[in-house]
């Protein structure tokens, strides 16, 4: 059974650091492209950052030179370092992973509210 399980949003300034981690189980973690997307209230998902099996990297232009992805295959972990928050940045994050984009397999998701 695959599980993907995500950690690590809350409340933050803007301005501040959030790091998102994505711990996956039930899959070959090394194989598969890891994806965080967000999905804000009455906004479509969307696709925040990618990092594929051979770790690169892709970004939405909203994010870039604020968010940083990575993967960890010794820990079956990938994380968003967010900097720089702001309240656009206000979603629900999703993990995902797979080897099409998007992949087959979801996160249920963890809040991230940016405000003062």
């Known amino acids: 059974q695959v599980q993907l399980v995500e950690s690590g949003g809350g409340l933050v300034q803007p301005g501040g650091s959030l790091r998102l981690s994505c711990a996956a189980s039930?899959?070959?973690?090394?194989?598969?492209?890891m994806a965080w997307y967000r999905q804000a209230p009455g906004k479509q998902r969307e696709l925040v950052a990618l990092?594929?099996?051979?770790?690169?990297?892709n970004y939405a232009d909203s994010v870039k030179g604020r968010f940083t992805i990575s993967r960890d295959n010794a820990k079956n972990t990938a994380y968003l370092q967010m900097n720089s928050l702001k309240p656009e940045d206000t979603a629900v994050y999703y993990c995902?992973?797979?080897?099409?984009?998007?992949?087959?397999?979801w996160g249920k998701g963890t809040l991230v509210t940016v405000s003062s």
């Open positions: 990092i594929t099996s051979g770790g690169s990297a």
């Open positions: 995902n992973a797979g080897t099409v984009l998007p992949g087959s397999y």
């Open positions: 039930g899959i070959i973690f090394s194989t598969n492209n």
